[in-house]
């Protein structure tokens, strides 16, 4: 049982390093992803909504790369439970 949560509190922290590299410098699939969106549909003047965004470093970065919209991300984490991100938005 110690082992077990060892293990979870090992991949909780790498998690969370993950994330607050992201938001720290965006990962290269964040840009391509932005890139994506902008072929593929508009980003500005919109209201977003991220689901699934893990602790919200996407989200952060087309926010402060699309001041006019407004984006709300949502996530569904077993530690944390359901939590809600704003971020940019005229």
Not at 8 to 14: A, D, G, Q, T
């Given at each position: 049982m110690q082992d077990e949560r060892d293990i979870?509190?090992?991949?909780?922290?790498?998690m969370m390093e993950y994330h607050e590299r992201q938001i720290q410098k965006p990962y290269r699939s964040t840009i391509l992803f932005e890139e994506f969106l902008k072929e593929n549909t508009c980003l500005d003047n919109?209201?977003?909504i991220d689901i699934a965004c893990g602790a919200g470093g996407?989200?952060?970065y087309l926010a402060d790369n699309h001041k006019s919209s407004k984006f709300v991300g949502m996530d569904f984490n077993e530690e944390f439970g359901v939590y809600f991100s704003r971020a940019g938005g005229g």
């Open positions: 979870y509190e090992w991949k909780s922290s790498k919109r209201k977003i996407t989200t952060r």
